[in-house]
């Protein structure tokens, strides 16, 4: 401040403090720094060449103080960051969707990548950190993975509004007797869990149709194919289109798990993202 106003006084106004605070700091500086910084010039102050010199690394310095302080600011309101997501079919098609738009209206300087495979795959990317987290299926190998519940929820059945099952309350396995059924991949732990549940009252899965994803059978479904035991999460974006969705009652759930890669700190950003996914989960979850 003194080399910018050229009097001890001036730079004591502009700082507020007293002129012999001033005085007593220059004395100070050019002591410990073994230098004459300033040449007296009728009450004035002239910085000597090596006050200049100084000045330049000061001014460096402050400038990259600033540029922290900035950072600093960015980071709490997430400006400019990445978030890189990976979900599996049924999350990108039921809470993702509300999840990603809630974020990004609270963070639109936020840009979200979403990366939907299967869990094999983004097992694979969470090694490579191509992704921050992940959300899987239940058949995921989660060794070497730091993971935990995220959702288990009932099974549904679901049936065109015409159809007679459509006014029940629940449908049973003895319910499915030579129904045709739209049927997820037989080796898709949920599916297991239907065919035990409809074997265990005699009854042989009438399937007519075989997909890996929950989206494709409601689908299907709604186009008059036929039935199917599906993700309730993923159902409830087809009941508006005219798809009806019953709990199914028997033992079979469907369930998600979320993973990190050990010893990975988890941003900001991507602990309220995953906050937010909780919350869109407990208001679409079935009751």
Known sequence: MVMRVGTTGGAAAALHVSQPAITQLVHQLEARAGLRLFDRQKGRLA??????????????????????????????????????????????ASVM??????????????RCILTVDSSAALRQALFRGTVDFAFLGDEADVSGLTSSMFYEVQAAC??????PLARRAIVSPRDLRDVPLVALSATDPAQLRVVVALQAVGITPYTII??????????????????AITNPLVAREYVPLGLRCVPFDAPVVFRALLAFKPQRAQSRAAQEFIAMCRAVLVRHAPT
């Open 158 to 163: 679901v049936m065109q509004a015409t159809h």
């Open 47 to 92: 910085p000597t060449p090596e006050a200049l010199a100084l000045m330049e690394e000061v001014e460096r310095v402050y400038d990259g103080l600033e540029a922290v302080q900035r950072k600093i600011a960015a980071l709490r309101s997430h400006e400019d960051a990445v978030l890189r997501v990976g979900s599996l079919h049924a999350m990108a």
């Open 210 to 227: 075989e997909t890996p994803y929950s989206t494709t059978q409601c689908a299907l479904v709604l186009a008059g194919t036929g039935l």
């Open 97 to 110: 969707p509300w999840a990603v738009a809630q974020f990004q209206r609270s963070y639109p300087r936020t």
